[in-house]
C-alpha cells in the first residue's frame, strides 16, 4: 500500500490525473488513505470528469479532518465538496457545504481557508444575483489581502480578479480592465494551483 500511495502522490503532482485515481484506489480501504491523500484522489478524480469518485473522497477527507479536529482543513474539504456540486447545478447541497466550511471557521477569519470561503460566498456572489456589489469589492480586497499576508497566490490572484470584474460590473470600466490585465500577467509569472488557473482563464475569456 505504501509503494501505491507514494507513487499515486508522485502522479498527482506532476498532473498525471488517471495514473494518481488508479494508484490511490490500488491502495486499498480509503480509510487508510491520509486526509492530504484523499483531497489530491479528489482532485485528480475532478479533473478525469470523475465527480463522484471526486465528492467521496472530500467528503472522507472531511470528516476524517473533523473526528481530528483539523477545522481549517476540513473546511477547505468541505468548500471542495460545495464547488463540486455547485458546478453540476446543485445549488442547494452546495449551499449546505458551504455552511460547513462557515461554521467551521467561526471566529477563525484570519486564514487562507476564511479567503477562498470568501471568494466563493461573497466575491462569486456579485455574478449569481447578489445585489450588494459594494459588499462584494470589499470582499474580494479582503481575499486580496488574506492572500498577501499568507502568501497565498490563488488568492491575491482571486482578490485582483473579483475586484476588476465588480469594477466592470459596476460601470467602471477603466478601472476594472487593468486589474484583469494584471491577473493575466500574474497567471503567467506565479505558481497557481490548477483548478485556480482554470478559474482565472475561463473568467478572463
Not at 500511495?5 to 495514473?19: F, T
Not at 487508510?32 to 484522489?41: C, G, K, R, T
Not at 469589492?137 to 499568507?150: I, K, Q, T, Y
Not at 476588476?164 to 459596476?170: S, T
Request: negative net charge; proline residues 3%; hydrophobic residues 45%.
Amino acid at each position: 500500500m505504501a509503494d501505491h500511495v507514494q507513487r499515486a502522490r508522485e502522479a498527482y503532482h506532476e498532473g498525471d490525473w488517471s495514473r494518481a485515481v488508479g494508484l490511490f484506489q490500488a491502495a486499498g480501504d480509503r480509510s487508510e488513505l491520509s486526509a492530504p491523500d484523499l483531497n489530491a484522489l479528489g482532485d485528480a478524480a475532478w479533473w478525469l470528469g470523475r465527480i463522484e469518485i471526486s465528492n467521496a473522497a472530500h467528503i472522507d477527507a472531511y470528516r476524517q479532518q473533523v473526528d481530528e479536529g483539523r477545522h481549517r482543513e476540513a473546511a477547505l474539504s468541505a468548500i471542495g465538496v460545495a464547488v463540486n456540486l455547485l458546478l453540476r447545478g446543485d445549488d442547494v447541497l452546495g449551499a449546505g457545504w458551504l455552511a460547513r466550511a462557515e461554521r467551521l471557521l467561526d471566529g477563525d477569519r484570519d486564514c487562507p481557508e476564511y479567503g477562498y470561503l470568501r471568494y466563493l460566498t461573497q466575491v462569486d456572489g456579485a455574478f449569481a444575483g447578489n445585489p450588494d456589489l459594494d459588499g462584494a469589492l470589499a470582499a474580494a480586497r479582503e481575499v486580496h489581502d488574506l492572500g498577501r499576508r499568507h502568501g497565498n497566490p490563488d488568492l491575491v490572484v482571486a482578490g485582483i480578479m473579483g475586484e476588476g470584474r465588480i469594477l466592470i460590473k459596476q460601470g467602471r470600466v477603466s478601472s476594472g480592465l487593468p486589474m484583469l490585465d494584471e491577473v493575466l500577467v500574474l497567471l503567467l509569472t506565479e505558481s497557481l494551483s490548477p483548478e485556480w488557473a482554470g478559474d482565472v482563464y475561463c473568467n478572463l475569456m
